[in-house]
């Protein structure tokens, strides 16, 4: 074992955590996760929620179940998300 851990938060996150800092005055997410179970359509870019945050994705399936929200995934990998979402626009790289 070792007790020197590193993490990739401390570098690719932490502008993030910064920008929404100064623009929210709170550098995490904004809003509530139950906000998505009454919201009509989700949006979701560049992320896979469905791997890198499940609970969130557990809150985003209520919303469709529950409120017929529409899942609408930007990415140009298809992924789990992906496969969950009524629309998936593959965008190009580059």
Known sequence: GTNNIDHVARICHS???AGAANTFGYGGMTNHLGDMHNSKAILIMGANPAEAHPVAMQHILKGKEQNGAKII?????YTKTAAKSDLYCRIRTG
């Open 15 to 17: 502008p993030t955590v």
């Open 73 to 77: 995934v930007v990415d140009p990998r």
